[in-house]
């Protein structure tokens, strides 16, 4: 296999567990997962590169039902709290119902595959996953 490449720039992928990372601004600590010119909390400029935690919390979720053709449905899309981080991405390896998705929740990073092309190069793309089997309900 010819490698692994993100699908977004902020999840890395390189040394012992994958992780996310995020633009913290220097003046008021906002954090960011995309380039940012100024910061939108304090207009200030300069941000520096910080590692955000790979296990968190659920704060909010839907379970959508209906998407774009091709999108397999139903899946949970979800908001954890990492940290103190918000992190939006889909709850992966759970069942896509209420009984077993629950504000609360507690998940962790996870990667999963995307596609491959002609030369071998894996994209790779991230979720969240139930920590535990109690975090399934």
């Not at 003046?27 to 997962?33: G, V």
């Not at 709850?91 to 629950?102: A, F, K, M, T």
């Amino acid at each position: 296999m010819a490698g692994r490449i993100p699908l977004v720039d902020y999840l890395v992928l390189d040394g012992d567990e994958p992780h996310l990372v995020a633009q913290e601004c220097t003046n008021c600590s906002a954090r960011f997962f995309d380039r940012r010119n100024a910061c939108a909390n304090c207009f200030a400029s300069e941000f520096t590169t910080v590692p955000i935690p790979t296990e968190g919390t659920v704060r909010a979720f839907t379970i959508v039902a209906f998407a774009a053709p091709g999108i397999p449905t139903p899946f949970v899309a979800a908001v954890v709290d990492c940290g103190g981080t918000q992190v939006r991405a889909n709850l992966v390896n759970v069942e896509p119902d209420p009984e077993h998705v629950h504000d609360g929740m507690r998940v962790r990073l996870t990667t999963q595959s995307i596609g491959t092309d002609t030369e071998g190069t894996e994209a790779m793309g991230f979720g969240f996953e139930p920590l535990t089997k109690e975090d399934r309900r």
